[in-house]
């Protein structure tokens, strides 16, 4: 659906107890934005003290391009106006920087990871193993763009 323009939601919920896939909006723990603006279209499913990952690169979708839609101004401030947690940074230029635009997912994921309640090299190893038997030579960049994402999402909790 990204790929033609749509929106896509992923919902994730793991616990002890879960009676449904969904979240309820203003339950979240974190939210996890792959884009700026989708970060700022999703904010309502936190909670009040939940914590916003975004990443400011802007990935313009096609129906702005068309001219149906206009692109918020500053997404990111938008979701901290609303009085949200953010720590935000760009994670499209760490992925290119890398190489591939791609290891965007990697970053953002990395970025998380120290939010989670179990061990940032639990996630990684999850990652890495996806690529060992299909694609091992893209083992060695995720695992940079993970490590990058984590140390981005520190200096932004930093800057916070």
């Known amino acids: ?8 939601s992923s919902h994730l919920r793991f616990g002890a107890k879960v009676l449904s896939p969904q979240i309820t909006p203003g339950t979240a723990d974190l939210l996890l934005g792959f884009e700026a603006a989708e970060g700022m279209r999703w904010r309502h499913m936190l909670r009040a003290d939940g914590l916003a990952l975004i990443n400011s690169g802007r990935l313009v ?5 068309l001219g149906l839609y206009d692109y918020p101004e500053d997404p990111v401030a938008a979701v901290r106006a609303a009085g ?20 965007g997912n990697s970053v953002m994921l990395g970025a998380i990871s120290d939010y989670l309640p179990f061990s ?3 996630l990684e190893q ?3 193993k996806r690529f060992a038997t299909k694609k091992p ?3 060695e960049l995720n ?6 994402g984590r140390a981005a999402a520190a200096q932004a ?3 916070a």
């Open 143 to 148: 695992r940079q763009a993970f490590a990058a």
């Open 157 to 159: 909790a930093q800057a």
């Open 126 to 128: 999850c990652i890495l």
């Open 120 to 122: 940032a090299q639990v």
């Open 137 to 139: 030579a893209l083992i």
């Open 84 to 103: 949200t947690r953010v720590f935000s940074f760009d994670a499209s230029a760490i992925a290119s920087e890398l190489g591939d635009a791609r290891l």
């Open 61 to 65: 979708p096609p129906v702005v391009d």
């Open 1 to 8: 659906m990204a790929q033609r323009g749509g929106v896509v």
